[in-house]
């Protein structure tokens, strides 16, 4: 690389093209190689999210965006009798994710119904270039998924709360009122 800098000029070393070299890599251009980016929605996407909203078939479904496709696919389908553990053990620790969950629950009159929840579930160590990219590509994913309440999660237990409706324990939060005294 150290021929394409040139630096017979006063300041900054400048490169081939004309931009500065960066001091710490010797001008060195570094490239991250999991980047993700989402350029459309799937279509069995759609198809699956129907089954889920008017059929009845799945409880939750999972959708991660492919870095070979560029689209928002399918990861993982709940069945029917599983429940909000298996959706939350089926959520990875250090990537985004899209989450479609069918909660069932009871009215404080007795009367059985559910709700359909959208949740973007962005883990605090996940890499900044997955949560810009599922922030980017959420309106196309959500212009598929109508009639769902959004949530956004960054902990299994934040999650947790938010679908059943819950508040969380003082120990989960990540901030106590003593840490701005």
């Known amino acids: 690389m150290a021929e394409n800098v040139d630096v017979s000029a006063s300041g900054p070393p400048k490169l081939a093209d004309g931009t500065e070299a960066h001091l710490k890599t010797g001008g060195e251009q570094i490239t991250f190689s999991n980047k993700t980016v989402a350029g459309s929605v799937d279509a069995k996407c759609g198809e699956v999210f129907q089954l889920l909203k008017i059929r009845r078939k799945h409880r939750f479904i999972v959708y991660r965006i492919d870095p070979e496709t560029e689209a928002v696919v399918v990861e993982t389908i ?15 620790d250090a990537d985004s994710r899209y989450v479609i969950f069918d909660h069932e629950y009871t009215t404080y009159d007795g009367r ?70």
């Not at 709940?78 to 990875?92: F, H």
């Not at 709360?161 to 003082?170: D, R, T, Y």
Request: hydrophobic fraction near 35%.
């Open 78 to 92: 709940g069945e029917r009798k599983s429940g909000l553990p298996e959706m939350l053990a089926a959520l990875p």
């Open 112 to 181: 059985p119904t559910n709700k359909l929840f959208f949740l973007s579930w962005f883990p605090s160590n996940s890499t900044p270039y997955s949560k810009m990219a599922y922030t980017q590509a959420k309106s196309k994913v959500r212009e598929v998924f109508t009639g769902v309440f959004d949530i956004m999660a960054r902990t299994l237990d934040e999650a947790r709360c938010l679908i059943v409706g819950e508040a969380e324990s003082e120990e989960d939060q990540e901030f106590n009122d003593s840490d701005f005294d």
